[in-house]
């Protein structure tokens, strides 16, 4: 299937590690230019240098911190600079700490909300205007099946996962008419480096081990294993893709049929 993405320049968040790379790597194998974030300079600069010897696209890293409004317009004006547009935005930062709410302190509760639901909102402030002003654009959110079926041991997750929701499913109507779309994708239990930080984090609260955290993880999804962060890539692909023109507003499980919701 031709997706349309040649040329079309993509900003990648969260892309040194996990879901962000494979979905960088997706969408520069499909012809996209590729401008890929996180906060350690050193691991961001390996991941952009394998997706470009692996693709041969044109890539460029970014070291930002997204809790951080000013890193954010930097990331943005770095982009500009270098592309002069952007037509795809996939917000993505790591998920916050586990445990209950009375884990969890004043201030956790503001690094949670700055890291992972105003770092959404000012990404979306400063990459609209380029693609408003180019008639064409596609928002991208990385989210959590917790918006679904929230998640026991992750308050923090599921109250600020709930909120990008609500925040992108608003803007998508505002936007629609002038050819950009907005949609998140929801992540199961995926073998990445947070599943792995989650594991350990409930092992230790209730006496188990990693491993039998991941077995009860895969007991519990019907596909009977944990997903690969490609398989969440190809979903985000098509929809920064041509082909997905009309679909906006949509939150879309990728979790081997974990959620047991209708929808």
């Not at 956790?108 to 909300?113: F, G, L, M, V």
């Not at 944990?226 to 893709?241: D, H, R, T, V």
Request: with cysteine; aromatic share 4%; hydrophobic share 45%.
């Amino acid at each position: 299937m031709e997706l349309g993405l040649g040329k079309k320049v993509a900003l990648v968040c969260g892309a040194s590690s996990g879901l962000g790379r494979a979905a960088a790597l997706e969408l520069a194998r499909e012809g996209a230019r590729v401008v890929v974030c996180s906060r350690s300079e050193r691991t961001l600069e390996a991941a952009r240098a394998d997706i470009a010897l692996t693709t041969r696209a044109e890539t460029l890293a970014i070291a930002a911190d997204l809790s951080e409004p000013d890193q954010v317009d930097r990331l943005v004006d770095q982009t500009l600079e270098r592309f002069g547009r952007i037509d795809i935005l996939v917000t993505n930062t790591g998920g916050p700490p586990a445990g209950p709410f009375e884990a969890h302190d004043r201030d956790t509760w503001s690094r949670a909300i700055r890291q992972n639901l105003e770092s959404v909102i000012n990404l979306c402030r400063a990459a609209l205007p380029s693609m408003k002003q180019n008639g064409w654009g596609r928002i991208i959110n990385i989210t959590s099946i917790s918006v679904k079926q929230p998640v026991d041991g992750l308050i923090l997750s599921n109250s600020l996962r709930a909120g990008v929701t609500g925040f992108a499913r608003t803007l998508a109507n505002e936007v629609a008419a002038e050819g950009i779309t907005v949609n998140n994708v929801l992540p199961g239990y995926t073998a990445t480096e947070r599943l792995t930080e989650l594991a350990d984090a409930m092992a230790g609260r209730k006496g188990t081990t990693p491993a039998d955290e991941r077995a009860v993880w895969e007991q519990q999804t019907p596909a009977g294993r944990l997903g690969q962060p490609e398989e969440l890539a190809a979903l985000i692909a098509f929809l920064a893709s041509e082909r997905a023109a009309y679909i906006t507003a949509q939150s879309i499980a990728v979790d081997g049929g974990w959620v047991r919701s209708l929808l």
